[in-house]
């Protein structure tokens, strides 16, 4: 199976992980940093579980063997493009608004009825 990556300009060096954020040091100088929940398997792991990191790729990502978990460093330098973060996901989703039957328009109730009706 061939994998295709886009080029990354800067890699991981050195990975470090708290109780409430991972931060990557990369190859430019840059640290950057993330809060530990974007990355589920990583928070709800233990403090020697999230220690025992490798780069994978020359420094294009990290992997931690123990929970499973790979992050790239293009995901972290721009999370939009490559993960789902938790805002995009924890709202609830629009509720819609019925029009009510005064305006012409029929509630749902009204046309299931009305079908349960009919098939009678």
């Known amino acids: 199976m061939t994998v295709l990556a886009e080029k990354c300009d800067v890699l991981a060096i050195d990975v470090a992980c708290s ?20 990355f589920p ?16 790729g020359g420094g294009i990502g990290i992997h931690w063997e123990a929970i499973d978990e790979d992050i790239c460093v ?18 609830p989703p ?10 012409g ?5 009204a046309v299931s009825e009305r079908r349960r009706a009919t098939q009678r």
Not at 105 to 109: F, I, K, N
Request: net charge positive; no cysteine.
């Open 19 to 38: 109780k409430e954020a991972l931060s990557v040091t990369l190859s430019d100088g840059r640290v950057v940093s993330a809060p530990l929940i974007w």
């Open 41 to 56: 398997r990583l928070s709800q792991a233990k403090p020697r579980q999230r220690d025992q990191w490798e780069l994978i």
């Open 74 to 91: 293009a995901g972290l330098l721009q999370p939009g493009n490559f993960m789902r973060l938790p805002d995009t996901f924890a709202q």
């Open 94 to 103: 629009k509720k819609r608004r019925l029009t009510s039957a005064r305006h």
């Open 105 to 109: 328009a029929r509630s749902e109730p």
